[in-house]
């Protein structure tokens, strides 16, 4: 029977691939600018997305695997596959993605994660609601249910570079 957790942080990424990442999409630059207009109560996001199709196939493939076994152990959800390709979203000072959730209307994700590609930055906290402080770890994907309220916080120094992905499947009822 699955454990019904909050959040699993796992490792998934050693430090030099994850720097592999980083250079690779910074030579490659093809990032594109990804931005939500502030609201009226304040919520909002900007960062930059560099859209992985472009390379990593095999990434794709071992982090579906990496994703099936943790839901399998922890939350037993129907998985179909990627609502979208895996990402690496780049946050300058300034940048941020206030709460929201990644189950909506529009979209049946059902698992999200999120692993830091680098440490070299001040600010861009991932938080969860309801939950303590995770103090994410440099290659290890946090990985947690699509419906848990998150956000990044504002990043006040340096760059922020992490890892982005979503499954899918049937929506819940």
């Known amino acids: 029977m699955p454990d019904f957790s909050m959040y699993v942080q796992r490792e998934l990424l050693t430090p030099q691939e994850c720097q592999e990442l980083i250079d690779v999409a910074d030579a490659i630059d093809l990032w594109g600018e990804y931005e939500v207009p502030v609201d009226e109560v304040g919520n909002g996001v900007r960062q930059s997305v560099f859209d992985l199709r472009i390379q990593f196939e095999d990434l794709h493939d071992s ?5 099936t076994e943790i839901n399998a152990e922890h939350w037993n959800f129907a998985i179909d596959g990627w609502n979208q390709p895996l990402r690496i979203a780049r ?6 993605h206030d709460w ?14 999120s692993m830091p590609l680098n440490s ?3 600010g861009g906290e991932l938080q969860l609601l309801e939950c303590e402080r995770i103090g994410q770890k440099l290659g290890h994907a946090l990985v947690f249910p699509a419906f848990q309220g998150h956000r990044v916080t504002e990043v006040t120094e340096g760059v922020r570079y992490v890892l982005l992905g979503w499954l899918t499947g049937p929506r819940f009822v």
């Open 100 to 113: 929201h959730t990644d189950y909506t209307g529009a979209d049946a994700s059902k698992l999200a994660f």
């Open 120 to 122: 070299d930055y001040q």
């Open 63 to 67: 982090v579906l695997a990496f994703l």
């Open 91 to 96: 946050y300058f000072p300034g940048y941020r």
